[in-house]
């Protein structure tokens, strides 16, 4: 009747100490920690970081098929100086100057993705004065336009407007693929402080439970009941039972801090981890991972993206070589006088048009070669694409065989757990009872240990499965929907 009477008042202790101690002691889930690194950890705010940066650069993408309006000028333009001019004869001399020369310019440009070319528009102001001999002079572009188009060269505008997008889109898909990155290593953190915890907890009760069979050996080493050398055996295993507890509770502490460092968890509160159920009603199937993976994942996105850009790299080599030109054409007014009034009242028209040509004559076959090496290069890229497209495929295929084995895996290591503990039980009340051998006690003590352990392992490996698999397909199996951010 002692024995029970003792375990009560232990446990009426543990439940006290319990309540003392919940004030400074935080319970997190595995969802709840995964939030936090996802919202604290360093990682989760250099993603944001790098979203950031790629949407600035798709910004300014962007920019480059607006209008651009830009004003120009110089003012003031002052110069006192000596200047050499050739006299009629010849000859040198060096003359003073003394004047200010300022000017103004707006000019407005429009890219034509289509084309390549360029529209642009100008209106001018320059006003020159003459210091020494006291005159004022104005000239000006009232307004003026032209269109500037390159001819048979690589069009940069319209490849870009085919790339960029998908380098953007990429860029959306790279953060959430990162969030879930942070998702599996902080699951790995988590397992290790709960694997710790678990560790800790069965070295407590192993060593109570050492301790207490160790007083009921003692009575019976005294009646007569048991050798010296029983005795002993349970006093190494009370010894070893408190070693185990020190090098457990270390292990807490370690596994605490990195899982705080990572997760970005501040304080000083105990941490204390549930262990998480399984999902057992989730079915997986491949088609679906791979028809989400192939839809959300960038790396699929980034498959077109390869195969434009060796496509690009082609046109550009045929583009810069061979015959180019350059077409520019444009028409306005302009005029002079002695007021700036003077240049908008009846102003001459400006017309221009120029061609420029580049024919390479001789070039010894280079223009040639940088083709072919453009095109064996897209050949080799759509090679690779196709490889990277089985890889992915494959490992997509066998993530989802390997979950699958957990969730059966996982059910296999409850019941053995569950076994053992029973075993466990029995053996220690055989024990007590004196038709149980201390070697038999000590593989039933190791049995129950390792089974507990086993089922902590096989839960790791069933939510490493499951957060890889939401990597992968960028879906979630828990709500059928998929990952946005």
Known sequence: MMLPKILFTKLLLLATFGAFASADTIRLTLPQVVEMA????????????VKETKYWEWRTFKSNYQPQ?????????????????????????????????????????????????TVYGTTQLQRFDDFDRKSVLYNGIPY?????????????????????PLKFNESKQVFIETQEKI??????????????????????INNANTKRILTIADTKFELGKISKNEILQLQLEVLNSQKAVGTAKRDVEIATLNLRSYAGIEGDDRIKLDVPAIVAQMSVA????LAEAF???????AFIRRLAEAKREVARAKGENGLTATLRANLGFSNAGTS????????????????????????????????????????????????????FKQQIITQVTLFNMMKEQI???????KIAAEKYKIAGERYVLGNLSITDLSIAFQENDRAKRDYISSLRDFWAAYYQLRYLSLYDFEKNKKITY
Request: negative net charge; hydrophobic residues 35%; proline residues 3%.
């Open 144 to 164: 003026g336009i032209g269109y500037t188009q390159p001819l048979l060269k690589f069009n940069s505008l319209k490849w870009d407007k085919k790339i960029e």
């Open 183 to 204: 998702a599996i290593t902080v699951t790995e953190y988590f397992f290790d402080l709960l694997l710790a915890q678990v560790n800790l907890d069965i070295a407590e």
């Open 286 to 289: 491949a088609d679906k991972v």
């Open 38 to 49: 996802k919202s604290n950890s360093i990682s989760a705010k250099q993603a944001i970081t």
């Open 69 to 117: 309006l830009a004003l120009e000028g110089i003012l003031p333009g002052y110069t006192k100086t000596y200047t050499q001019v050739q006299q009629p004869n010849g000859t040198i001399l060096f003359q003073p100057i003394h004047y200010d020369n300022s000017s103004l310019t707006l000019n407005f440009t429009q890219s034509i993705a289509a084309t390549g070319g």
């Open 411 to 417: 059910g296999l290591t409850d019941q053995a757990e």
């Open 340 to 391: 700036a009034f003077d240049i908008y009242r009846s102003p001459k028209n400006q017309q221009s048009v120029e061609l420029q040509l580049s024919i390479p004559i001789m070039d010894w076959g280079r223009s040639k070669s940088r083709t072919k090496t453009a095109e064996a290069n897209e050949q080799f890229i759509t090679y690779s694409v196709e490889q990277d497209k089985q890889t």
């Open 295 to 301: 839809e959300n994942r960038s790396d699929a996105i």
